[in-house]
């Protein structure tokens, strides 16, 4: 089975709990995608220095956010790891010359438990993390994507996990339902086009490419550097498809992505 490559916008941590249009399209898009062996998911809230992929055969609910519903932090999604699958990747970008190495006693994250829990709620998919490195220019980031596409023939999914746009500084006094503003509108429709188009160098150089891309990526843009891992391990077949487009609170577009 050969696996899709995916990115997900997950949005605020309460798409657990009222998930909205979005939740109904990700557990749609479980059920199109199939039962995967196993998952890669490269989510933007681990970051580090190089790349880590997580090694704990049953990694914990990591609940990294604060000021929410209690109800938020009483979820727990207890999919198991891949300790062998980790071994495979940390191999496997060795090879392709990235100082990779195992993470111990590192859970799920939101941005990996969220999206998860409603593509696939049993929680019985063993689940990989790796990590972004902020640091590194866009390029990088596709690279390592496309060291990790061989692992797609091996029946394992690869999901980013970021925001289309995430401009967090402008969302303030805004509600879910607030308009889209027009420069979110403006890259997110950019996007689209570029992805359906297989641009993948244009995707790469998107501070210059897309219009407003500092304003809706403000630096270190770790929500659009797991699109780019993801659009890297299509790297073969570049051209994707949006899936699904909605906005919350203005400003964060909810688009989703598929490379086949």
Partial sequence: MRCPTLFLSHGMPTMALKPGRTGAFWKQLGRDVGRPRS???????????HPLVTVD???????DFSGFPRALYDIRYPAPGDPELARQLIDRLKQAGFHATPLKNRGLDHGAWVPLRHLFPLA????????LQAGEPPEYHLALGHAMAPLRDQGILIIGSGGATHDL????GNRIDTPPADYAVAFDDWLADTIAHGELQQLADYQRQAPQAKRNHPYPAEHFLP????????????????LFREFAYGVLSLAAYRWD
């Fill in 39 to 49: 998952i890669v998911c490269i989510s933007a809230h681990l970051e580090g220095t």
């Fill in 57 to 63: 055969p049953h990694p914990d609910t990591i609940h």
């Fill in 124 to 131: 019985d998919i063993p689940v990989v993390q790796l990590s």
């Fill in 169 to 172: 500084s402008s969302m303030a």
């Fill in 227 to 242: 699109l780019l891992v993801a659009a890297g391990a299509a790297s073969a077949q570049p051209i994707g498809k949006r």
